[in-house]
């Protein structure tokens, strides 16, 4: 027989993070990730190809007009494998803000019949696109294969912090809208909007050091995603990062990580009457 | 022995703003706070002070009419929406089926489904695993196992969804109208299957307008009326208790009604023993009676239709009926309903009563009175008055001819 807990319905209260419950709960975040996977390819015909070919199609056109055409700077390696390895990790941010911020509407009719970690949604969300990013990731090596491009060791610690950091990016800033987007359905339509502003706000496709004015750099550094990015790139690099620009990045990570997760947690009692 | 579930002085308030659309909108929410205005909202209490105690192995109806408040309590027991007063200590697992198959997809297989309904009911992945075969057997769609959810019939999706849900071990069961659907069969498989679960120690909160299966299956009843409990105690007892208060109503109106124009009005409502000159005598089985009531208008209606409609305490639609539409002054009008074609078993019945025009709903009252037909002696009239041959007792023509 299972155990038996004993537990009070009260009146909505603060927490941060409810790790007893969240921790329970763990196989759930387990299914609506499987569920989303398979659900996302299930009527397609490519299938799982679709989360290479983005990227690929993404870098041939970037390669194309910014590297051939408009001579962009690249940090001495090739402008191809640069732009690649920035959308990789890029698109673990765009496409799990994106899906986390419908995550809530999409689920309404769950929310309003039964109860469960409303944060399961949109962190599943992030787990689905951390997918993606590593099935696109096979597509990497042969890339750096083919252009001889060499990995330093230092990627065994810089990539899964890069990873764990764009997670936390995604994270905070997706509960924050799927929050927002609940209670507002404006946001339906600012969140592509924003996700394309902050595409071209932070270096993905061209490095800091374009920027001529030190004080549009320092602007820049703040996008939450330029810490992961930076640190994904080093191996590859092998050019030392800016330890002030990271700080920086770093700040306005775990700033918006508070934010969201505080919002969310804040509003998520009444969801199923808002839904 | 402490109870399983202790509710203390639970109370819900919604505020019901005067906005139009069901959720916020940013440029109003924008716009408002620029104006300094204060929002206009109204609150309402959908519950109010609610307490009762469940011991372990108990099982309870929860009854009411419509906008009791049953949802709501549902709601607040399942963790769906907080309590805005109050408090519940629960000593077990609560699990709750407000629905059958939440979020059943329809892009993946039976199987899938299964896991993933599964696991959001609160199931362990082992604990499915274990279960499936008996689940599958329950629902009866093994064939269809690895065929996406979408090519289901709705028949085959809810049997599946139950199968899941009927497979749930854990302590506390909160169930609403779940069983009203699916057909006949099904139904009484889904019933043995709630009654194993109460003589298994387990603890069921069943919420239902079918006051017969109320009975049957639970020991004791919560009435509830208003966002407030007014009768606890045995089933049996709180059934009737709910259905003395549904005659009542006739003396001290309607719980719910919904006026969408307050230009017209009804009062008055009775119904009346055409067979006996007296006022308010009882109905027996065979009378012809009538349903009446006084309209007022203030102002004109064009091809305005009165609709009364009769219900079992069950809540089963048996009939409606329409006036011929004209076109009304203002006024006060006088309406009788007329039943000398059609006799019902005897037993307790609820009217509800609608008026528009062109089409478009003035005034609804869903649960405007009970009444009961009492039970005759008087055999000749109608061979038959049991209600479980029907509820309506008018018989065919039968011709018997020797071949």
């Not at chain 1, 419908?102 to 409303?118: E, G, L, Q």
Request: net charge neutral; aromatic share 14%.
């Amino acid at each position: 027989m299972a155990e038996l807990v004993e537990y009070t319905i009260k009146p909505s209260g603060w927490q941060l993070f409810n790790w007893k419950e969240l921790w329970h709960y763990r196989e759930l975040f387990y299914f609506f990730t499987w569920r989303d996977i398979k659900v996302k390819y299930k009527q397609t015909s490519l299938g799982f190809l679709w989360a290479i070919l983005q990227p690929l199609m993404m870098m041939v056109v970037f390669t194309l007009f910014f590297g051939k055409a408009l001579s962009i700077p690249s940090q001495n390696i090739p402008y191809s494998v640069y732009v690649f390895s920035g959308l990789l990790i890029w698109n673990i941010f765009s496409s799990g803000l994106t899906s986390a911020s419908n995550s809530m509407v999409n689920s309404a009719a769950i929310i309003k019949k039964i109860y469960f970690p409303r944060l399961i949604l949109p962190f599943s969300s992030v787990l689905v696109a951390l997918f993606d990013f590593l099935m696109a990731f096979i597509l990497f090596v042969p890339l750096l294969l083919y252009y001889h491009q060499s990995v330093s060791w230092n990627a065994v610690w810089s990539w899964p912090l890069a990873i764990v950091i764009s997670i936390i990016a995604t994270l905070g800033l997706g509960s924050w809208l799927s929050a927002l987007n609940i209670k507002f359905r404006d946001f339906r339509y600012v969140i592509p909007f924003l996700v394309q502003v902050l595409f071209f706000l932070t270096p993905v496709i061209y490095p800091v050091s374009l920027l001529k004015y030190p004080i549009l750099q320092y602007i820049i550094v703040t996008s939450p995603m330029y810490a992961a990015i930076e640190l994904f790139r080093f191996p590859l690099t092998n050019a030392s990062p800016n330890m002030i620009f990271l700080a920086i990045s770093l700040t306005s990570d775990v700033v918006l990580l508070l934010i969201g997760i505080l919002y969310f947690r804040n509003t998520e009692d009444f969801f199923a009457d808002f839904a | 022995m402490e109870p399983i579930l202790e509710v203390k002085g639970i109370a819900k308030r919604f505020r019901i703003g005067h906005r139009t659309g069901g959720y916020l909108n940013l440029r109003e929410s924008i716009l408002s706070a620029f104006r300094f205005e204060k929002q206009q909202t109204e609150d309402f209490w959908a519950l109010k002070d609610i307490s009762f105690e469940v011991q372990a192995g108990e099982s309870i109806g929860i009854i009411g009419s419509n906008g009791a408040g049953k949802s709501t309590l549902l709601k607040i027991l399942s963790k769906i929406t907080p309590p805005t007063k109050g408090k519940i200590i629960s000593r077990g697992r609560i699990a709750s089926l407000l629905e059958v198959g939440t979020g059943f997809h329809p892009e993946l297989t039976g199987r899938e489904n299964i896991f993933f309904n599964g696991s959001l009911l609160g199931m362990k992945r082992k604990e499915i695993e274990t279960k499936f075969d008996e689940m599958v057997d329950f629902s009866g769609v093994e064939k269809f196992l690895d065929t996406p959810l979408k090519h289901y019939s709705s028949g085959m999706q809810l049997r599946l969804a139950f199968a899941v849900a009927a497979h749930l071990d854990i302590e506390i069961l909160v169930i609403d109208e779940v069983l009203a659907v699916g057909d006949q069969e099904f139904q009484k498989k889904c019933l043995g299957k709630m009654e194993q679960v109460t003589s298994s120690g387990r603890t069921l909160l069943f919420v239902s307008h079918n006051l017969g299966l109320v009975k049957s299956i639970c020991q004791k009843g919560i009435t509830l009326s208003k966002g407030e409990v007014i009768f606890s105690g045995s089933s049996n007892q709180a059934v009737e208790f709910y259905s003395n208060l549904l005659t009542k109503q006739e003396t001290e109106g309607p719980s719910v009604s919904y006026s969408y124009d307050k230009s017209i009005g009804i009062k008055g409502v009775t119904v009346n023993n055409l067979n006996e000159t007296l006022h308010n005598s009882p109905i027996n089985v065979g009378d012809k009676w009538s349903i009446k009531f006084t309209l007022e208008a203030t102002s004109e209606f064009k091809h305005f239709i009165a609709a009364v409609g009769l219900i079992s305490i069950d809540d089963v639609p048996i009939r409606t009926m329409f006036s011929t539409p004209q076109n009304l002054k203002a006024g006060t009008y006088s309406l009788e309903f007329v039943h000398d074609d059609v006799f019902l078993a005897f037993g307790m019945y609820k009217i509800s009563i609608g008026l528009s025009s062109r089409e478009q709903s003035l005034l609804y009252i869903p649960d405007c009175l009970a009444f009961e037909i009492v039970e005759t002696s008087d055999k000749s009239v109608f061979l038959r008055s049991d209600p479980r041959s029907g509820f309506i007792l008018n018989q065919a023509n039968v011709i018997t001819k020797i071949n």
